[in-house]
């Protein structure tokens, strides 16, 4: 081989060596950064794991707890009102008092699944749903952020169905051994119908004429916002307005007020009161609708009023009488869980404080004084502790609301009279009224085609006989037997 080609092999050499070490260099250079896109997607797709995680576990703490308060309200009917009212009759009605507790936990339910659930937060009006729902179509397990975007609309839904099983319980502490079984099925039939669907879709329902998170929706949606947070309207407003009706048009007990008409076990009935108190804490604390710090606000608003309740209306039977009861304090804790019940979510400890002593006070006053003085025969003080104990609830609630407690209308917009919402108290004061007149004339028009239809009252022998054996053919205590 020349000199010459050698150069010039040497020359080709020497370039392809230049040119391995440029590619080699290049491939270098790029490594870190594909390696460095590959570790930000990774890092991207970890957060979004992450992300998700959190959501679903968020979920599932939400779901356990409410569907967990869906059980504590359930219990708050049976066993809770059931026994409480059952202790407060004569023995001789105490089965077909309780019947009446345990017939709405299986009557309500499948209306609720029928029509009901649709009509008190189906998409409608501002007064009423719609039938979008009947036969819970479109219910399933995918949330509904309109109502609660952490839990499947299944579990609001069945959680709703306990207010909507007690509060027609309710009524029947006012008309307590007196009506008939038949006349109570229908009437508390239509009475969720007609009352309490319409009353809970304005209240809580998307688009309600009463719905404070409905303000600025347009329309009649949100026009007068009653805060509301776990029924004080919506369950005991209508629940006792409707009992002092009922009471009222049914006439009084054989024999009242001249015979007394002494609890047959106040045992029973402070089992039942206890019960009520635990069950309250689903009642009131599952209303956040998650197991987050409003819930927890809402829990011990709940402890809090009512240990004021029970204090005010013992301290009032005290001085009255020289001495408490225990009747007295059990009715003192359960004004004190009504009155706290609107308010729950929106006031803080120490209001929570003032609104049960308040309460208890009050409805003290209502069930010794203006009962007597009336003369009308609420069996088992139905209105005397819901009627008035939601009615006195659902005004203070408007007095004592927090936005530091619960923002309802916005950041840094006051919710309550005494943090300068002046005007809260007027629309408390309509969502009542409200409940009031919806109660009233319902029930008015309810009790009059269900007396038409099959008659309200048992005879005078059955009523002597008692409800147990006449409506129901047996006796809840077998004193031979024994």
Known sequence: MSVVTQRVAARWVAVLLLCCGIAAGVAAGQAPAASQTDRIAALEKSVAQNAEAIAKAQSNA?????????????????????????GLVRKKNILGTMMQTFAMMAVITVLWAVVTYSLAFGTGNAFIGGLHNMFLRGVGLTPDPAYAGTIPLQTYMVYQLMFAIITPALITGAFAERMKFSAMLIFMVLWAIFVYSPMAH????????????????????GRFPCLDFAGGTVVHVTSGVSALVTAIYLGKRLGFPQKAFVPHSVVLSFIGACLLWVGWFGFNAGSALGAGGLATTAFVATQFGAAAGAIGWAAAEWIRNGKPSALGGISGAVAGLVAITPASGFVRPMDALWIGLIA??????????????????????AFGVHGAGGTMGAILTGFFANSVVNPIFGAGKATGFFEGNHRQVLDQLVGVGIGWTISIVGTLIILYVVDKLVGLRVSEDDEREGLDLSQHGEEGYDWEGA
Do not use: E, H
């Open 62 to 86: 939400d779901n356990s707890w409410m569907l967990t308060s869906a059980a504590l309200v359930l219990m708050m009917s049976g066993p809770g009102l059931a026994l409480f009212y059952g």
């Open 202 to 221: 304005m209240v809580w329902g998307v688009g309600g004429f009463l719905n404070a998170s409905a303000v600025g929706m347009g329309g009649l949606a």
């Open 360 to 381: 208890g006070l009050f409805c003290f006053f209502m069930v010794v004084k203006v009962k007597n003085i009336f003369g009308y025969d609420d069996s088992l003080d």
